[in-house]
């Protein structure tokens, strides 16, 4: 198990660190640093000392290192836009991301496996082939129409939500949450389900596939011929083998959902991560740019993680293995 | 008790003693002559929904591709435009103008012929995207699946960090950064090429997974070691090999790629990071209409959203049915 | 025991439907053991599955019926067929390796299978499934029944299948290619297990094979299908020594004796035909050494000729004189 975890650890750092090595170039080599915080009029000679003073005519290696020393500390710089440390800007706006990130792939989850195993075992019923079409609308409509369409219909025709923003927030702590106020979890709605769908309905997909996979196996064909009831088939052996390819892509999913809140952020004006990029990038803010590149990197990793380790709960040929690699 | 294993190898003969060959001459006709009498010519007749999707989406190409012909007007010719005739609501609303179907948006542009010319850009955008992918996938599929070792290591470690990443994010980035590197990128055309390339790249990951693990398979064939022997780079070989090896799950992959090389670029331009408002696509349209919605005037957003929504359905529609068609363990 | 009557099994196609089992009649007596031999695509999987009513659609019983102890079961609700399974007919698959579901231990996967067949209490079934693992021959069968199927090898797995099959004593057990997918030096073994199990337990087999050396080995009665059709059915001994179908003489050709040095094992030209042409009259006709011209036009009846039945123009004159 320990070795397991380090194993993936290391993986995973690797990923961390090519990341952050396509951050740092971005942070040093797109556009100039210096050209981009100082104001026109700044001589030769200052933005030559500034030049100096940021360590920018040092080795690449040396600024590389002080790059990855900073972001572990979670220092960014100064955006170019807000005349602010990245640190702080992003410390305002995370709640705000992963409460939508959260609600949405809840969402997503209990309503998308349950959907994915009906439609899986009544594959030719009227609902399932209702949810199949519903899936194919939800996977062929971009993200920021069904926003759209969401707020068109329930903002501007019914107003019964509203169409922008986080409605009142309370702080708890160094934490910000609208999920404890009524107009908070009004205005989560919509955002949340424009999130969560896309992904709701790729869960549904694959849960579906993946139980019609397994419904044809040999071992559930064997469960069926000893006696063992539809229930115990079904819901014993071929859901329990459906979720372990499942866990793994729908960890991803749940990842991606953080990066495709920038389009969800967009469309309803959405105070996060995600909407702060979007303007990062129409501005050239790089120090933004990379430190969200990083950050959105490191969850995905967390993510993966906390995937592996629930695999290797579900999976006993994974443990058994592993038991034997560690043995030699 | 060996016999029982040979009487075992002299039963099991396979029923299918068709061999296909590789033939170049005949190939094409005998393909014609088998997809007329294939299973999948006869899954599409026998899907009505994937017959109307493929109507669908033949009718939005060919009026995408004639669309300065067949357009009421040509919205980007600034002298045809009228200011009087903008924030006209569709024919059959009270206010409505026979002329303009579908309304007029604030500039007085025809929505029916803005449509069709933005259905235009983004099928363009969309086939580039797809076309680059595969191209780079497909290439660095069979380098990596031939080459093996470091390189296979190399590009396939890349695959994986990239596939963890949604697409959408790669391909912002990359058109961020492009956009700094390229001073005048907010030129129309050289926007098109910055989206081309952003989608492109950040698409390929599946053409070569596909690609490579074909490629390993027939790395080892006794005809790659031969190719060498008489001087052919093995490459070349390879490459005509596995490339009819690999056309159908390429085809599925492609078909599918190509709705979300749409609805990427269509987020794209309404994130106002693809094409330029001046050549507008389909995401640019319900951009700048979706600023009118609260003014109720919906048709400026509605009506290119529709579109877009229903040439994505359609093409998702071909690509799911291709998948099935070809995949022989669902028939 | 069991009666197959006029069983027809057919797919719908969007040729139309293929009759991939035609008229197939037998009947497995208590406690023997039935071998049901073929090609690949003669029928004789599908004829299994029928029996235990686990038929893949798109395929279907088109006709006839099948009884067990005299009460059809080839038309039974789901919970009756459910209760049947396992309690009165127990199956066993070819491949050991895909058997056994990957994620439960094969402890869980008896005692599952025998809690839903009695009202045993949950120790008593792991006391039974020990005792039955120890059975098979599974070695420290106490600490094994903890382990997952990935911890056994092919040989071993099939052991527990055979349990598995097993564990309710059931009337009648479908071997369908029991040890095909097993190395050959464990192929004797697993038969010999299969046979002594289901002898103690007192359950029939129905083997189904392409093997007729496995049959040898094990069977008393055997039927010989070709094409959905039986075209020989009698007692091992009279249809491995002196078979009279042509198919069967075939067959049985190409088996290299132990004791009589031949220069040359005979085979069978050709291939069988495929279900969407298959030769009118007699299917073997195309590959049959002794055609003529009835065999082309009319399809042979199943005649009794001596101890076995054959379905062949043949013998039609000899049945008749017998008769």
Redesign the interface.
């Known amino acids: 198990m320990l070795a397991f975890i380090i194993r993936r650890l290391a993986q995973s750092l690797f990923v961390m660190f090519f990341v952050a090595m396509v951050a740092f170039l971005m942070f040093n080599y797109v556009g100039d640093p210096v050209h981009q915080m100082v104001g026109i009029d700044t001589s030769f000679e200052e933005r030559e000392a500034l030049r100096e003073h940021l360590g920018l005519n040092d080795p690449a290696l040396v600024q590389f290192m002080r790059f990855i020393g900073h972001a572990m500390q979670g220092e960014f710089g100064l955006s170019y836009q807000h005349k602010r440390p990245v640190a702080d800007l992003f410390r305002e706006r995370l709640p705000a991301t992963l409460e939508l990130s959260f609600v949405a792939a809840l969402l997503a989850l209990v309503v998308g496996v349950p959907m994915g195993v009906y439609t899986g075992l009544n594959r030719n019923g009227f609902i399932s082939k209702l949810f199949m079409t519903f899936s194919l609308i939800g996977i062929s409509l971009p993200t920021f129409l069904i926003g759209i369409l969401l707020i068109f219909i329930f903002a501007v025709i019914l107003g019964w939500l509203p169409s922008f923003g986080r409605g009142e927030v309370v702080t708890v702590g160094v934490w910000t949450t609208g999920l404890l106020t009524q107009s908070g979890l009004k205005a989560l709605i919509m955002p949340s389900v424009t999130l969560g769908l896309f992904q709701l309905t790729l869960i549904m997909r694959l849960v579906r596939s993946e139980m019609l996979e397994v419904l044809r196996?040999?071992?559930?064909?064997?469960?069926?011929?000893?006696?063992?009831?539809?229930r115990?088939v079904n819901f014993?052996?071929a859901l329990?083998?459906t979720l372990?390819p499942v866990i793994t892509i729908t960890g991803l999913q749940i990842g991606s959902i953080i990066a495709f809140a920038i389009i969800t952020e967009t469309v309803f004006q959405w105070p996060g991560m995600g909407l702060m990029f979007l303007q990062a990038i129409h501005n050239v803010d790089i120090p933004i740019m990379s430190a969200y590149l990083l950050l959105v990197a490191f969850f995905f990793v967390v993510i993966n993680l906390i995937v592996d380790m629930l695999y290797y709960v579900?999976?006993?040929?994974l443990r058994?293995d592993l038991g034997k690699a560690n043995g030699h | 008790?060996?016999?029982?294993?040979?009487?075992?190898s002299?039963?099991?003969?396979p029923?299918d003693?068709e061999k296909l060959s590789p033939r170049k001459g005949w190939r094409i006709a005998a393909t014609m002559r088998r997809l007329a009498d294939s299973d999948i010519f006869?899954s599409f007749c026998?899907s009505p929904v994937t017959v109307i999707a493929a109507l669908v989406t033949l009718l939005i190409f060919t009026s995408a591709l004639t669309a300065s012909w067949i357009a009421p007007q040509n919205p980007f010719d600034l002298a045809s435009l009228d200011l009087m005739d903008s924030h006209i609501p569709p024919a059959w609303e009270d206010e409505g103008d026979k002329r303009y179907l579908l309304g007029t948006d604030d500039q007085g542009r025809d929505i029916l012929s803005t449509i069709l010319y933005g259905s235009r850009i983004s099928l363009m955008v969309g086939f580039l995207s797809v076309i680059f992918s595969m191209v780079l996938g497909v290439s660095l599929g069979i380098i990596s699946g031939y080459a093996g070792g470091l390189i296979d290591v190399f590009i396939m470690r890349i695959a994986e960090i990239q596939i963890s990443f949604p697409a959408i994010l790669i391909a912002l980035l990359v058109d961020g950064v492009l956009r700094t590197l390229l001073p005048d990128a907010h030129s129309a055309q050289l926007a098109i090429i910055v989206l081309v390339f952003s989608i492109g790249v950040s698409g390929w990951v599946q053409y070569a997974r596909t690609v490579r693990s074909s490629a390993m398979v027939e790395k080892n064939k006794e005809y790659v070691q031969a190719a060498r022997v008489i001087g052919i780079h093995p490459v070349l070989i390879m490459t005509r090999h596995i490339l009819p090896n690999v056309m159908g799950p390429v085809l599925v992959i492609a078909t599918i790629h190509l709705a979300v090389a749409i609805i990427t670029e269509a987020t794209l331009s309404f994130l106002g990071v693809g094409v330029p408002p001046t050549q507008p696509s389909l995401g640019t349209l319900i951009r700048i209409g979706n600023d009118f919605l609260f003014s109720g005037e919906w048709w400026i957003t509605i009506f290119p959203s529709a579109a877009l929504a229903i040439l994505v359905l359609a093409v998702n529609l071909l690509g799911d049915w291709l998948r099935d068609a070809l995949n022989p363990k669902l028939r | 025991m069991l009666k197959v009557e006029n069983l027809t099994i057919r797919f719908d196609t969007?040729y139309g439907p293929l009759t991939a089992v035609d008229d197939v009649t037998f009947e497995v007596r208590p406690g023997e053991v039935f071998g049901l031999v073929g090609?690949?695509?003669a029928g004789k999987s599908l004829t299994g599955q029928s029996i235990?009513g686990?038929l893949d659609p798109p395929g279907y019983i088109a006709g006839g019926q099948i009884t067990l102890e005299g009460t059809r079961i080839d038309n039974l609700a789901?919970n009756h067929l459910?209760?049947?399974?396992?309690?009165k007919i127990?199956?066993i698959?070819?491949?050991p390796l895909?058997?056994?579901?990957?994620?439960?231990?094969i402890g869980k996967?008896l005692t599952?299978?025998i809690l839903?067949?009695s009202s045993m209490t949950n120790a008593e079934a792991q006391k039974q499934a020990i005792a039955l693992l120890t059975d098979v021959g599974i070695p420290g069968a106490g600490e094994r029944i903890n382990c997952?199927p990935?911890?056994f090898s092919g040989g071993m797995r099939q052991r527990v299948?055979i349990a598995?099959?097993l564990c309710?004593n059931p009337q009648l057990v479908i071997a369908d290619e029991p040890t095909?997918a097993l190395d050959?030096?464990i192929?004797?073994q697993i038969l010999s297990l299969l046979k002594r199990m289901c002898r103690e337990h007192g359950a029939a087999v129905i083997l189904i094979t392409?093997?007729?050396?496995?049959i040898a080995q094990v069977a008393q009665r055997v039927a010989v299908m070709y094409s959905g059709r039986l075209v020989e059915i009698g007692d091992v001994r009279q249809v491995v020594k002196h078979p009279q179908h042509p198919y069967a003489r075939g067959l049985m050709g190409?088996?290299?004796s132990l004791h009589h040095q031949v220069d040359q094992l005979t085979?069978i030209d050709g291939?069988?035909p495929?279900l969407t042409d298959i030769p009118s009259g007699c299917a073997f006709h195309p590959r049959c050494p002794d055609c003529f011209d009835l065999c082309k036009d009319k399809r042979p009846p199943l005649k009794k000729i001596a101890d076995s039945h054959i379905a062949c123009w043949l013998y039609a004159n000899e049945a008749h004189h017998a008769g």
């Open positions: 196996t040999d071992y559930i064909k064997f469960a069926r011929a000893r006696g063992l009831s539809n115990a014993g052996h329990k083998n372990v579900v999976d006993p040929r058994i | 008790m060996w016999w029982i294993r040979a009487c075992g002299i039963w099991e003969k029923m003693t006869y026998h | 969007r090609e690949s695509g235990i686990l789901y459910r209760a049947l399974r396992g309690r127990g199956m698959f070819q491949d895909t058997s056994l579901n990957p994620l439960y231990t996967q599952e299978t839903t067949h997952y990935h911890q299948v598995l099959a309710v095909t050959v030096s192929q004797a392409h093997d007729m050396g496995v190409s088996i290299p085979q291939t069988m495929r």
